[in-house]
């Protein structure tokens, strides 16, 4: 376990207090000194300006209220996230004497309205009428995430409770946003109930110091985050819901809210949800399929990968037809029923392809019928979770674009959703455009990786030390896998159950995941790999990574990546993947490739080691990144 030090600006309120009133920019001259955020983590500018605004008046109200010592943590970063929560007001309850927490969320609207009816969504006046998760809805999440986190409140959940102040807002203005359940974990304030909100503080707070308690938060150890495979098992099976933060509530509400009109108005709405790596994709898409199905609603879960579907089927779908019944793929639609089910959840929709057809495909069921149209034509509701810098393969049609365009054409409502770019669960957002940069899939070149404190980045000497290194960290408990590009032969198993090993660099060969069906000795079955004991061994090819992440990633980039002439390009002639080597076009196979590297190169969520076949491409790493044995 690690602890959460340096995660905010602290001060008490009524340093705060004397900071924003002698300098309005002090707030962000703090964040700008003290948190170190690596490019693109912290708060935009307006953001910024903001939360100072906020923080000058919930400073003075806590002086006024005799709690000038409580602590400020401004800018808080939630455990193994990049989100940040506006303030955590740290100090000792009156009533009990132990250490405790109010997570405030600080909101400039002069007026909000509840979006379409729905309790959840709201639309307010400064966010250009997009619907936006109820502030009370977020500040909960916030609550049950560091709950659950945080190892010194894991039993005491009672210390942390949340409020939402509509610092500028007027009763009048804000009146349907108190119709969402309050209790004592979350409360909403406005201006005009500014007096309330004074006692609610000193309900909350003795006038004492909030040293102790905020060192306290600050120091616990963070509990480890569970693997998507996991969740989706206490989800599905066990109906332990997942916390889900603000930006991933908000589609999440958003399809409910979809799927309640398309009941009730007996019509058919579409729902894009797009989001790159760690941005949580897969966790909405299986939260939604659990809520769906205790709702009774008739659902179903598709994706285009093998890997990612018989994992779903054989873990949390294990003893129960039921429940694997739930996971499809995407060409199982090709004769379903117009409207057959209330909702399908297509996840990984980049890998849609053209049409379901393949080579296996009965005479009488071949069409021209685009598969896009086939899934859209599957539900009430068909929602799509996509990320387009994850299509690796020709024919995967997967776009906003395509989807969209087909939805539209037939009339029919389209909601896109992007989830915040600032928020990865787990991972690093620097490091993802670090590597969107490196690969050419960015405006900006590769530049030096300068860091972050919450994820480690390195080069390896050699695959002996790459592997040594991730060895380490699996040995300690974290899951850790190798990855490599498809530049070496894949071949079957040996008669006598031994695999060969394919991957050879030197005098380092290790094979590659077991190619079929079933387990080989202690190595898993290929769609099992990233999940499975034992999956440690082999060398995982683009095909058995994608849609799963582990702690520690290992990626070697072999000769289909090289730098050459002061740039990184792709070589075709060195791949061994039959899917670039028949029927792309140069500029596919190239796109393929970088598409390939960056799906293998996010797939960590607390370090990757990076290590090249290429001597000249290691030289060029080694200028940017720090040595892994340093």
């Known amino acids: 376990m690690s602890n959460h030090s340096s995660a905010a600006v602290r001060r008490s309120a009524r340093d705060l207090a004397a900071l924003t009133s002698k300098d309005g920019s002090a707030v962000s001259k703090l964040i700008a000194a003290e948190l170190s955020a690596p490019q693109n983590t912290g708060p935009s500018s307006a953001e910024t300006e903001s939360l100072q605004s906020g923080l000058a008046i919930l400073s003075r109200d806590l002086i006024e209220a005799g709690l000038g010592d409580v602590e400020m943590l401004v800018e808080f970063k939630l455990p193994l996230t990049s989100k940040r929560a506006d303030v955590i007001l740290a100090g000792i309850d009156p009533r009990t004497g132990e250490d405790a927490y109010v997570i405030v969320e600080l909101k400039q609207w002069s007026q909000a309205e509840l979006y379409e009816g729905d309790p959840n969504l709201v639309v307010a006046s400064t966010e250009n009428d997009q619907p936006k998760l109820h502030p009370v809805v977020q500040v909960l999440g916030y609550c049950d995430y560091l709950s659950d986190f945080i190892s010194t409140l894991e039993h005491h959940h009672e210390r942390v409770s949340g409020v939402v102040y509509l610092y500028e807002a007027g009763d009048e203005n804000i009146k ?220 995967e049609m997967g776009t906003t674009a395509a989807i969209r365009g087909r939805a539209a054409a037939r009339g029919f409502r389209v909601h896109e959703v992007s989830l915040d770019e600032q928020f990865r669960y787990g991972g690093s957002r620097a490091y993802d455009e670090w590597v969107l940069r490196l690969l050419g899939l960015h405006d900006d070149p590769p530049e030096p990786w300068m860091g972050d404190d919450h994820f480690d980045v390195s080069l390896a000497a050699s695959p002996h030390e790459l592997e040594a290194l991730l060895r380490v960290k699996h040995d300690q408990g974290y899951s850790a896998r190798v990855t490599a590009g498809f530049c070496w032969p894949w071949s079957d198993p040996r008669e006598d159950d031994t695999l060969v090993r394919d991957v050879r660099i030197g005098d380092w060969s290790r094979p590659w995941t077991v190619k079929g069906d079933r387990a080989v000795g202690e190595a898993p079955a290929s769609a099992l790999w990233a999940t499975q004991e034992g999956g440690f061994g082999q060398v995982g090819s683009v095909y058995a990574a994608q849609g799963f992440e582990y702690d520690w990633n290992g990626v070697i980039i072999g000769p289909d990546l090289v730098y050459r002439d002061g740039r990184l390009v792709t070589m075709r002639s060195a791949s061994k993947d039959p899917a670039l080597t028949r029927g792309t076009t140069a500029e596919q196979a190239d796109r393929f490739v970088r598409n390939t590297y960056k799906v293998l190169l996010t797939r960590g969520l607390t370090g990757t080691v990076l290590y090249s076949t290429d001597s000249e491409t290691q030289g060029f790493l080694a200028k940017l990144l720090p040595p892994a044995s340093g």
Request: aromatic share 6%; proline share 5%.
């Open 176 to 395: 349907d946003l108190y119709g969402h359940a309050q209790d004592e974990r979350a409360r909403l304030f406005s201006r005009t109930r500014r007096d309330a909100f004074l006692d609610y503080l000193q309900e909350r707070f003795a006038p004492l110091p909030g040293i102790g308690a905020a060192d306290r938060l600050l120091s616990s150890a963070v509990r480890p985050s569970k693997q998507l495979i996991k969740i989706a098992t206490e989800e599905i099976r066990h109906r332990e819901q997942l916390v889900l933060l603000a930006e991933q509530r908000l589609p999440y509400e958003i399809v409910l809210n979809a799927v309640d009109r398309a009941r009730t108005a007996n019509s058919k709405e579409v729902v894009i949800i797009t989001g790159g790596p760690g941005s949580g994709k897969s966790a909405i898409a299986l939260s939604l399929l659990g809520e769906l199905s205790r709702r009774g609603h008739r659902v179903m879960h598709a994706t285009g990968s093998r890997s990612f579907t018989e994992t779903l089927r054989r873990v949390p779908g294990r003893g129960s037809s039921k429940v694997k019944n739930l996971f499809r793929y995407f060409n199982s639609f090709m004769q379903a029923d117009p409207d057959g089910l209330d909702v399908l959840i297509c996840d990984e929709a980049h890998r849609i392809r053209e049409t379901s057809q393949n080579r296996y495909t009965p005479a009488r069921l071949r069409s021209d019928r685009l598969q896009i149209d086939e899934l859209i034509d599957a539900a009430r509701v068909p929602v799509f979770f996509l990320d387009e810098h994850q299509v690796i393969r020709p024919g």
